[in-house]
């Protein structure tokens, strides 16, 4: 039974670009969340997706957006990328608000 | 004040002893409760949840819950040196559907020491 899995692994990006970071969630799960971790810290909450709706949202910018597909799978992408954008970026998946599983995660440096 | 605290560490324990690791938070309303465990550089592991007052074992772990004094506790008996690493807590304050965004700690580094 496959996990979460995220694409890519690892991404550098400039100051200002736009980044498009992918979740395939846990066979059977209907609902993903995406985190941002810093270095030190603990994961932060971005949104929440079910059924291709955003459900919740955390207190990050508007630059941040995502989508979430038939198939359950998600996008989260990032404009206008800040140096401070620099983080790991996790997605998680759940039935209907149970238990979080994290996948591997997508470490995006911005230089 | 923090919505979930936790020491920062590093804790350090000898192997084969228990290893004590603490949460408060802050929401009286919270409800559901995660441990998660990080190796340096990869991504949090679930190794534990809670939802009522008391203790729950798997194995070699317990977390505990008191919901009165608002903390929540993980227990790690006979550590062994493949234990060290940082341990997150995560709660879910306001659990409904449509409301599941977990809050973190930002973790107890541990060492179990040979």
């Known amino acids: 039974d496959a996990g979460v899995t995220q694409s890519p692994t690892h991404l550098i990006k400039t100051r200002g670009q736009q980044v498009t970071l992918r979740c395939s969630p846990k066979s059977g799960h209907d609902t993903v969340s995406w985190y941002q971790q810093a270095l030190g810290q603990g994961p932060q909450f971005i949104f929440q997706y079910y059924e291709e709706e955003e459900r919740q949202r955390g207190n990050f910018p508007d630059r941040f957006s995502g989508h979430q597909f038939p198939n359950y799978s998600s996008e989260l992408n990032v404009n206008a990328l800040l140096l401070g954008d620099s983080a790991l970026y996790l997605c998680?998946?759940?039935?209907?608000?149970?238990?979080?599983?994290f996948g591997p995660g997508t470490r995006l440096t911005v230089t | 004040q923090k919505e979930v605290e936790q020491n920062s560490g590093p804790l350090s324990v000898p192997e084969g002893a228990i290893a004590s690791l603490n949460c408060t938070y802050s929401d009286r309303g919270s409800q559901s409760f995660f441990w998660y465990r990080q190796y340096s550089g990869k991504s949090p592991e679930l190794i534990m949840f809670i939802y009522s007052n008391g203790d729950k074992e798997d194995g070699r772990f317990t977390a505990q819950l008191n919901k009165a004094s608002q903390y929540v506790s993980l227990l790690i008996r006979d550590s062994q040196p493949s234990d060290s690493a940082t341990y997150l807590c995560?709660?879910?304050?306001?659990?409904?559907?449509?409301?599941?965004?977990?809050?973190f700690g930002t973790g107890t580094r541990l060492t179990i020491i040979p």
């Open positions: 995560a709660v879910n304050i306001r659990p409904n559907f449509g409301n599941e965004k977990l809050t």
């Open positions: 998680a998946s759940s039935v209907a608000g149970n238990e979080q599983y």
